[in-house]
């Protein structure tokens, strides 16, 4: 199915651009990436890349020619793609190769000279979307342009159906701000970077992280302590534990912890806790509900295992997998991420050392995982090879102190460096 | 549980609170000797006697005057209006008077008053007295109304009504009175100010309250057989208005429809829209209908009195224009 290649808009107020020059010939083989032609704007001289694969089949203008905004340039399809072309006295009949265009396939209607192109439906179109309140607002979330969202909701209005059911397309093109003669065609994976200055309103949940990191830096002094736990046993016995276990229900490094956490919690009530400031106050929460910072699309949302320290570990991690996969399609609900008491980030997937994290407001603190690593210990005067992994608690000082940080830490060491603790108590 | 009618509810909700409180007395027109004009206050003369059922002129700012001067003194009246439209006569004892006593005399004075009347149309009783003028009422800080929609909410509410100090007016739809619904036996005071959910769904909210919850639970049955879930919730009070479980229920379903009995200009559906205009902007994904009475005095010939009310195919039809 052949593909067209309109020409881009290289600004918010560029109207047309020249095509000075093609770089890549009809009956070229071209991929993603590759530059088709050269532009000229009232700006600067930029490159036009391929976003297809296949053969450029038809240059639909000559070099010189100034074309609108999102005018068709180039067609790209298969090899030996049959093409017909309907006014075609203006352009070649047969290319190079000796391919023709078929009119179904080719959504373009050839110029009249000097006559502007009349359009095919532009993959991303300049009008102001007709979008719903809710379907800006989820587009807003989720960093999709309206654009290129088509609407079906009445008079085409997009509506939410039709951002749930949206799939993004391939930028239209990728612009190089290289006048660059000779061009050196790139093979590189389209990059994301747009080599333009924009400002772009911040997502909803991005915003709403600011606010809060912003409130809790500002008013939790945090203190932080690190431990070193020797995670040996933990690996050995996951590893022993998921071979029993069916692909869905392995068990993580992070369910070992969630549980570790929520158990040495039960001895640290102040660490479970939340600073009333107006009544001068502490409430102590009577539940145990660890929170998981999971990463998603324009942030991180904290979602919740309840009363944790009652459960057992396949159902901590069955119940945190249904959640982390909610969050990550959009569809998190509210009860998956409200009431934590006390929260775990890991960025152990990320290969750190150690990191330490901002408490996640009202709670008061917040453990930050790094990476599981084999690393030189010293054991009985030998230097031996062991897996280790650290650990920081950022603690709000107006709760609670150093020394009591300090002793949570140990105590979660006797879980954490004794797995069989977590997989036999319930 | 018992299944009652509503008429049975609110005189039983009456029954129960006089027997309670002694300072709890009723006046209007034609509620004594006759037991009033829709029979909720039947068998009421003989066993509280005249001096604590008793039968007023034809002159509705009298009663309403008389009953602010006995709030005012200490006791709890409860008066009946025969129908909302007589209210008229009384506006100015009911929005100027009870509703502001209080906050103009700095809480010095508190009038713990019930005015009970009755809305609403298609009895064949002519534009003059088959009005839905609820809002109106509503508009005015001071006051409170309430409207249920079903026996349950009608008892618990008019309990509360007759307990709290504020004036309330106790708004009773005519062609709800045979209607009939779960009551528990014991007593159950349901507080004034709460909107609930009458129906869970998932598609849709219908925003409704009084006789139009009967008339959105119907729509609501025939969409379900198509698998469209309707999400009801009933106001129940008008003022002081509950957005919450509204709110909550839009950001669920983000369409809603608002159903009344009263003309769409200057109504509860237009207040409605609006707060959620306000507070979930956000969450609009398509245009909130509105479900209303035709704009014009309501006709008397039959046809054309149910064809200016709002019926179960103008929901519908309301519904699946926002789906």
């Known amino acids: 199915m052949a593909q067209t290649v309109n020409m881009p808009k290289l600004g918010f107020d560029m109207a047309e651009g020249t095509l000075v020059r093609w770089v890549a010939k009809e009956g070229d083989q071209v991929s993603k990436g590759v530059v088709l032609a050269e532009i000229e704007t009232d700006k600067a001289t930029v490159e036009v890349e391929s976003t297809y694969d296949g053969v450029l089949l038809r240059q639909l203008v000559p070099q010189g020619t100034i074309v609108p905004v999102n005018d068709p340039i180039a067609v790209i399809g298969e090899a030996g793609e049959e093409i017909k072309i309907g006014a075609a006295d203006q352009v070649k009949e047969q290319s190079p190769v000796g391919i023709g265009l078929k009119e179904e396939n080719i959504p373009v209607i050839l110029p009249e000279p000097g006559q502007a192109l009349e359009l095919p439906a532009a993959p991303i179109s300049q009008e102001k979307p007709h979008a719903s309140p809710l379907a800006r607002s989820m587009a807003a979330d989720l960093g999709i342009d309206l654009r290129l969202v088509h609407g079906t909701g009445p008079g085409g209005r997009i509506t939410k159906k039709d951002i749930v059911s949206f799939q993004p397309m391939q930028p239209v093109s990728r612009l190089g701000k290289t006048p660059s003669t000779p061009a050196k065609p790139s093979f590189a994976a389209p990059r994301t970077f747009i080599h333009e200055t924009r400002t772009v309103p911040l997502p909803k949940l991005r915003a709403a992280i600011g606010r809060r990191m912003t409130e809790a830096k500002q008013q939790a002094p945090h203190f932080y302590v690190t431990h070193d736990y020797d995670i040996g046993a933990l ?17 993580s490094v992070n369910d070992f912890i969630v549980r570790a956490v929520a158990l040495t919690l039960l001895d640290y009530p102040n660490l479970n806790a939340s600073l009333d400031i107006q009544k001068s ?3 102590f929460h009577g539940g145990i509900n660890v929170g998981v910072a999971v990463a998603v699309e324009n942030g991180l949302l904290t979602i919740v295992s309840r009363d944790t320290d009652q459960k057992p570990i396949f159902q901590i991690s069955a119940e945190l997998k249904g959640m982390v996969k909610r969050a990550r399609e959009g569809k998190v609900r509210s009860e998956d991420i409200e ?5 775990v980030s890991n960025l152990g997937m990320f290969d750190v050392d150690q990191f330490v994290a901002i408490i996640n407001p009202p709670e008061a603190a917040i453990l930050a995982i790094g990476s599981a690593r084999q690393v030189p210990v010293v054991v009985n005067n030998q230097i031996q090879i062991g897996t280790r992994m650290k650990a920081t608690l950022s603690v709000d000082h107006r709760i609670s102190d150093g020394a009591e940080g300090a002793r949570f830490l140990q105590s979660l060491a006797k879980y954490i460096e ?7 108590s319930v | 549980m018992a299944r009652i009618t509503m008429r049975e509810a609110i005189s039983k909700a009456l029954w129960e609170e006089m027997e309670r409180d002694p300072s709890v007395f009723i006046l209007g027109e034609e509620v004594g000797v006759w037991g009033g004009s829709y029979a909720v206050t039947k068998g009421f003369f003989d066993h509280f006697g005249p001096e604590r059922v008793k039968d007023t002129p034809i002159a509705e700012s009298a009663i309403i005057g008389a009953a602010i001067g006995a709030a005012l003194t200490g006791l709890r009246p409860v008066a009946e209006l025969m129908t909302i439209n007589f209210a008229f006569s009384a506006f100015d004892h009911i929005v100027n008077q009870a509703a502001k006593l209080h906050h103009m005399f700095a809480g010095q004075m508190k009038v713990p008053m019930v005015i009970r009347t009755v809305s609403g149309g298609g009895r064949q009783l002519g534009a003059t007295h088959s009005q839905t003028p609820d809002a109106i009422f509503a508009h005015f800080p001071g006051l409170k109304v309430v409207a249920p929609g079903t026996p349950e909410d009608a008892k618990g509410l008019l309990k509360s009504a007759i307990r709290i100090d504020d004036p309330v007016l106790f708004i009773e739809s005519a062609t709800l009175y045979q209607v009939r619904g779960e009551v528990p036996e014991d007593e159950q005071l349901i507080p004034i100010g709460k909107s609930k959910i ?3 769904g998932k598609d849709v909210t219908v925003v409704t309250y009084s006789k139009m919850l009967e008339t959105s639970i119907k729509a609501a049955d025939l969409l379900a057989k198509e698998g469209i879930e309707v999400e009801i919730v009933d106001l129940r009070t008008l ?5 919450e479980p509204v709110i909550d229920s839009f950001k669920k379903t983000n369409r809603a429809v608002i159903v009344e009995e009263g003309w769409k200009s200057y109504g509860v559906g237009a207040e409605i829209a609006s707060r959620i205009y306000e507070e979930a902007f956000d969450f609009i994904d398509a245009p ?3 479900v209303a009475q035709k704009e014009v005095p309501l006709p008397y010939n039959q046809a054309l009195e149910q064809l200016a009310l709002p019926q179960v195919e103008d929901v519908i039809r309301a519904i699946r224009e926002v789906l």
Do not use: C, Y
Request: avoid cysteine; aromatic fraction near 2%.
């Open chain 2, 239 to 243: 003022r002081p208005l509950d957005m």
């Open chain 2, 288 to 290: 909130i209908q509105r």
């Open chain 1, 281 to 283: 106050s502490v409430i």
């Open chain 2, 198 to 200: 009458q129906r869970p």
């Open chain 1, 339 to 343: 009431g934590s008491t006390f929260t």
């Open chain 1, 418 to 424: 004794e797995p069989l603790r977590l997989l036999l």
């Open chain 1, 235 to 251: 690996v050995d016995r996951r590893k022993e534990v998921n071979s029993l276990l069916a692909e869905e229900d392995k068990l």
